[in-house]
């Protein structure tokens, strides 16, 4: 087995990258992973499908010597400068048209950096974001490499036979140039953070105001998912509100704390999308009310002082729950909106030629955010490939006139109850100020042009103008 050709290897074994490769030998495939704890490199051995090809090693040269060559090499570590410094260990043992991908959820502008530091050796590196967590990983994620398109070419059918698949077509394409991978992922993740506020906003307003207990909730979440609102994170919302914690027998989500935990990636989608500039308010919301989630004590000490009782509670009727249902699928439409326009723009801006088709068709399935609506946008982006924001799309503007008007009574019910409906009111107001031919601005740029000078134009002629106010 020794001079055994290898043809992809893996650095770094554990969860995701273990399971990624697992599952790239199940299709056939060659492989060998490093990593410098021993019982991680037996461990990947042990679980390997009997007949197939996998080999652990605990030195990078031992992995890269076995490789075929050109070699394909993929990192799953963590991001920022265990990167960079694998890529250096790795340098002195690889050759000119060598493949290297970054699996993580590295930041776009590092994995740019590193793209242009590698082309003149010759070197092909891929950002490549990779979703579905560790289930994904062993049984199909759903996969956004970037880069150059030989590297591309080189690493297609092996990415194509792990992702996941729907109606038989793999969940991976290419996402474009330089580092249009990782900003897919990084998008990805900033729709993530804010449906699963959205689902969190709805999950509240049944809880505290319709008085729905778990297992109501599982049943709703769980009908849901039969619908127009079938989602991995409806699927999922509905099993944990049935799952008993071992230590006190209760419900489990009743007993976890509220202060949530974030490892970024949604933050850089609102800075990203600060900087190009897009309007992506439901995601900055998700970011911002996950910050808020920290400030516990905070929170305790004003909830006394302004003592936000709920108005009134009633037993949910099927009519309030259908409500809350149209109001889920309007805003989680709005968030796709916001995240694609952004996508839409950064690839114009940052000259990546992201295929927004391609986007949408890859995240039907094995991805955080899959959802049947993805077919839909998927069929807008073939009917229009330039369309600059799926709410154009005449389909999808049916849909949200069909659940607008309880998506605005759902709000209106949560304002008067004192339950913060933050992303849910903030989608709407994207939706109601996207919509407005003539925004209330023109008086801002009066203000701005009194107290500074900034100047303004005029609508009934060219020009740029400026008034002595006072
Ligand atoms: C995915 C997930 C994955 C990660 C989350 C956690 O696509 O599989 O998005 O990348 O588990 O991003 O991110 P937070 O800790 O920021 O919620």
Same mark, same amino acid.
């Given at each position: 087995m020794?001079?055994?050709a290898y043809d992809f290897g893996m650095i770094g074994l554990g969860v995701m990258g273990s399971n990624f490769l697992l599952n790239m030998? =199940?299709?056939g495939y060659k492989v060998i992973g490093f990593d410098l704890d021993d019982a991680k490199a037996k461990k990947l051995e042990n679980e390997a499908t009997p007949g197939t090809t996998v080999k652990g090693v605990t030195t990078l040269g031992a992995m890269v010597q076995q490789l075929d060559k050109p070699r394909r090499i993929m990192m799953l570590v963590p991001a920022g400068k265990p990167v960079d410094s694998v890529i250096q260990s790795l340098l002195p043992l690889i050759e000119k048209d060598d493949v290297i991908i970054d699996g993580g959820n590295s930041h776009y502008t590092d994995t740019l950096r590193r793209v242009k530091e590698l082309e003149p050796k010759g070197i092909h590196f891929m950002g490549m974001g990779v979703s579905g967590g560790e289930e994904g990983a062993r049984r %199909?994620? @759903?996969i956004m490499p970037g880069g150059d398109l030989a590297a591309w070419k080189r690493v297609q059918p092996?990415?194509? #036979? +792990? @992702? #996941?698949? +729907? =109606? %038989?077509?793999?969940?991976v394409a290419y996402m474009g140039k330089d580092a249009a991978g990782h900003y897919v992922k990084m998008v990805h993740n900033g729709i993530e953070y804010a449906i699963m506020q959205l689902i969190s906003e709805a999950y509240d307003m049944m809880k505290r105001v319709l008085d729905m207990n778990n297992d109501e909730?599982? @049943?709703t979440f769980k009908t849901w998912n039969e619908a127009e609102l079938q989602s991995y994170l409806i699927e999922i919302t509905a099993s944990i509100f049935l799952k008993n914690?071992? +230590?006190t027998g209760k419900r489990l989500v009743d007993v976890i704390s509220d202060k949530a935990g974030s490892k970024g990636t949604g933050k850089w989608t609102s800075q990203d999308a600060m900087e190009l500039p897009v309007a992506v308010p439901t995601i900055d919301t998700a970011v911002a009310l996950r910050t808020l989630s920290g400030y516990k004590d905070e929170r305790v000490n004003a909830s006394e002082l302004y003592q936000p009782a709920i108005k009134e509670i009633k037993k949910g009727t099927e009519a309030d729950i259908k409500k809350i249902k149209d109001a889920l699928y309007f805003s989680t439409i709005i968030c796709y909106a916001q995240g694609l326009a952004m996508l839409n723009k950064a690839s114009a801006e940052l000259n990546m030629d992201i295929p927004l088709s391609d986007v949408v068709?890859?995240?039907r399935g094995g991805c955080i955010i899959r959802s049947s609506l993805l077919e839909i946008f998927y069929k807008a982006y073939i009917k229009d490939k330039s369309l600059s924001n799926i709410l154009l799309n005449k389909n999808i503007a049916r849909l949200i006139k069909k659940t607008e008007k309880n998506a605005r009574a759902v709000t209106k019910l949560a304002l008067q109850s004192k339950i913060p409906v933050t992303a849910l009111s903030s989608s709407i107001g994207y939706f109601d100020a996207y919509c407005s031919a003539n925004m209330p601005t023109n008086l801002i740029q009066a203000q701005r042009d009194f107290f500074g000078a900034h100047t303004y134009q005029r609508i009934d002629m060219e020009g740029i103008f400026h008034t002595k106010w006072d």
């Open positions: 020794e001079n055994t030998a =199940d299709k %199909g994620p @759903s092996m990415l194509e #036979a +792990v @992702s #996941a698949k +729907v =109606d %038989g077509t793999p969940c909730l599982a @049943s914690d071992d +230590v068709k890859i995240w």
